[in-house]
């Protein structure tokens, strides 16, 4: 039998009552308590249509239509309440205000009393005066307070906006689980990913998934930790990369902060300055991306990257930074250094002592020197060479000398690199360079090594301004098997190769030509020229000092010879000391291969430091 009760507004039945306000029910029901029951009640409709069946009991309400259960408010144009099954369908600007704190918005609803699930349909809408979720259709559970969607959602949280295909919102904790096609779009910064948890309170974003973070100066590509959204800080586990327009690095963990462009690596830091082929390993490392510098420590190794071979520099500490391009930068004056370049024609021996009649061995060692001094053979005719170093310019390198970082404040901050990047100043500097130049400094403990040249000392310093490595206190360099000393040694280079060097003053060159014997080659300045990536000749200027054994055409050593000359020339052949050419009158004794006394075989400040030279790139990385 079909009952069918018309309730028209104004009239009263048991439970229902119309209203005039959509928003205040004239009905007084029990007080707003919490009700332990699942029943729902209306509290408002202007009509009320109920139909009941065998199979159907349900009550049409239309006009302003509110439902209360427990603490909680529904309210719409027009619905449906299914007694039996203790369901309500709803539509029209749905609303439902759960404790005044949670609101859901939707064109439709299905609303199950007994489970308090909430299916909001058709511009689905949940905020908590904070954050607004939208989607096109969303399930929420106010038992748990849990807000779901599957159909694409997007949540606006200050001027940040979330967008997923899928996503579930915990309305007590504020956390968010997105899903699938992620994004935050944010004025200081984008965010991609698969997977994420945020935080609508904290403005956390906890990293489950590979992401990418872009802040406009740099790119993040991490798969583990949290970035805070608002303060731009992010702490990232399982090796995140950080690239920029100049630079990357990488390593087991980063923490960074957006506000000062500075982020801290720990663990197998593996950073690159891609336009320069710059790159540092370490364990530990600082890189201010604002300043375009970077700090390393615990076992650093700085790469510099050329077309054939590639130079490793070890310290206990690295720093590199960007010269500041409206910095006057003065620059090394080449020009003075490039008086004492070798000459086209080489300078020959204008007077050696000869040996003593009888002395075959010293006859046919002394042909076999002038015959490699020069290119004539009649040496009668041989002329005093006029070449003599230009002594301004090289004093004007060798103040660089005494510059010497301060390597506890470096640690703190960049250095004055206006104060020694170099020690000379053109008198009218070319057209600025417009790219970026790069310093490096490494202090204490610094080993370097290349296919062609390894080196020890306490302080490096060089810049690619004019492309120039300075190496302070107790400098070695070896290169053909000869080590070179001084109290300061530069080492130009073109290209990323090695291309001249100086020993500046108590310069020495040691070649080993046995056990204990040395030749030896001792002036203020040495200037060295390589070519093809080996020693090509070195010029030995002021006061040069010579030791050097004398071997037959079967390498059997005959006498040893001891030289005083103004200046001395030292070529190479493939590695190997070729000639050696005395410029202006040596005064030269020689000695037979026994009988040079022991205190006259090594020059003042002799030493043999072969211990000290790396082996291997891999014995500067640690392996």
Same mark, same amino acid.
């Given at each position: ?22 928003? /205040? ?11 332990? &029951? ?72 299905? !609303? ?35 807000? $779901? !969607? ?24 504020? @956390? ?5 096609? %992620? ?18 309170? &904290? ?7 590979? $992401? ?16 805070? =959204? @608002? ?29 000062? *462009? ?16 710059? /790159? ?12 375009? $510098? ?10 510099? +990257?050329?077309? &054939? ?37 080489? #300078? ?9 009649? *009888?002395? $075959?061995? *010293? ?19 041989? %002329?005093?060479?006029? =070449? ?16 010497? #970082? ?10 004055? &690199? ?60 070896? /290169? ?95 590695? +190997?000391?070729?000639? %050696? ?6 005064? /030269? ?35």
């Amino acid at each position: 039998m079909l009952r069918t009760f018309i309730l028209l507004a104004g009239l009263g039945a048991t439970g229902l009552l119309a209203a005039n306000s959509r928003h /205040a029910a004239t009905l007084p029901a029990q007080p707003l308590q919490q009700d332990t &029951t699942k029943r729902i009640y209306l509290l408002q409709a202007k009509s009320v249509i109920n139909v009941t069946t065998d199979t159907v009991d349900e009550r049409r309400f239309r006009g302003d239509v509110i439902f209360r259960q427990g603490t909680s408010l529904l309210y719409c144009d027009s619905a449906v309440l299914k007694a039996r099954q203790n369901i309500v369908e709803a539509w029209g600007h749905v609303h439902i205000n759960q404790d005044d704190s949670i609101h859901t918005y939707s064109d439709q609803l299905v !609303y199950v009393g007994d489970t308090r699930i909430a299916t909001l349909t058709g511009n689905a809408r949940l905020t908590d005066s904070k954050i607004v979720l939208t989607s096109p259709q969303l399930v929420y559970d106010m038992n748990t307070k849990i807000g $779901t !969607y599957d159909k694409g959602g997007k949540l606006v949280n200050g001027e940040s906006v979330l967008t997923s295909q899928e996503g579930l919102y915990y309305a007590e904790t504020k @956390d968010v689980y997105f899903k699938k096609n %992620v994004e935050i779009v944010d004025p200081g910064f984008t965010l991609g990913t698969d997977t994420l948890l945020y935080n609508s309170h &904290t403005k956390i974003a906890t990293i489950l998934a590979p $992401t990418t973070i872009n802040d406009g100066k740099a790119t993040m590509y991490v798969t583990s930790g949290f970035y805070n =959204t @608002d303060n731009g800080y992010g702490s990232f586990g399982q090796r995140p990369v950080i690239e920029d327009s100049t630079n990357t690095f990488t390593a087991n963990e980063i923490q960074t902060d957006k506000s000062t *462009g500075i982020s801290i690596a720990n663990g197998n830091m593996i950073w690159r300055d891609t336009a320069q082929k710059v /790159a540092v390993l370490a364990n530990y490392g600082i890189v201010n991306q604002n300043l375009k $510098t970077v700090l390393a420590t615990q076992k650093p190794v700085m790469l510099l +990257e050329g077309k &054939t071979d590639t130079l490793f520099i070890a310290a206990d500490t690295l720093f590199s930074g960007i010269i500041k391009k409206d910095s006057v930068a003065p620059k090394t004056d080449s020009a003075a250094v490039a008086t004492v370049q070798p000459i086209a024609e080489r #300078p020959v021996i204008t007077a050696v002592q000869k040996p003593a009649i *009888g002395d $075959t061995a *010293g006859q046919a060692a002394f042909k076999k020197l002038l015959d490699g001094a020069t290119d004539a053979k009649d040496t009668s005719n041989m %002329v005093a060479a006029k =070449t003599q170093p230009d002594t301004t310019g090289l004093a004007a390198i060798r103040s660089a000398a005494a510059i010497v #970082p301060d390597t506890a404040a470096l640690a703190a901050a960049p250095p004055d &690199t206006a104060r020694i990047i170099s020690p000379a100043v053109t008198a009218a500097p070319p057209p600025r360079d417009t790219t970026e130049k790069r310093f490096i400094i490494a202090y204490h403990d610094v080993k370097i090594y290349s296919d062609s040249l390894q080196g020890v000392a306490d302080s490096i310093y060089y810049s690619s301004v004019d492309s120039i490595f300075r190496l302070f206190r107790n400098p070695v360099l070896w /290169a053909n098997d000869n080590q070179l000393l001084g109290d300061t040694i530069f080492l130009f280079t073109k290209n990323q190769k090695a291309d001249r060097l100086l020993l500046d003053q108590n310069a020495l060159i040691i070649n080993e030509v046995g056990p204990d014997m040395y030749n030896q080659i001792k002036g203020n300045t040495v200037m060295g020229y390589f070519g093809d990536e080996k020693l090509d000749s070195m010029h030995v200027n002021g006061n040069a000092e010579n030791i050097y054994y004398v071997q037959d055409d079967d390498s059997a050593f005959v006498s040893i010879n001891r030289l005083l000359s103004a200046n001395t020339r030292v070529y190479f052949q493939n590695g +190997e000391l070729e000639r %050696v050419v005395f410029v202006k009158e040596p005064e /030269a004794t020689m000695f037979p291969f026994t009988q040079m006394p022991e205190d006259q075989k090594r020059l003042q400040g002799f030493r043999w430091e072969i211990h000290r030279k790396p082996k291997s790139k891999y014995e500067l990385l640690g392996q």
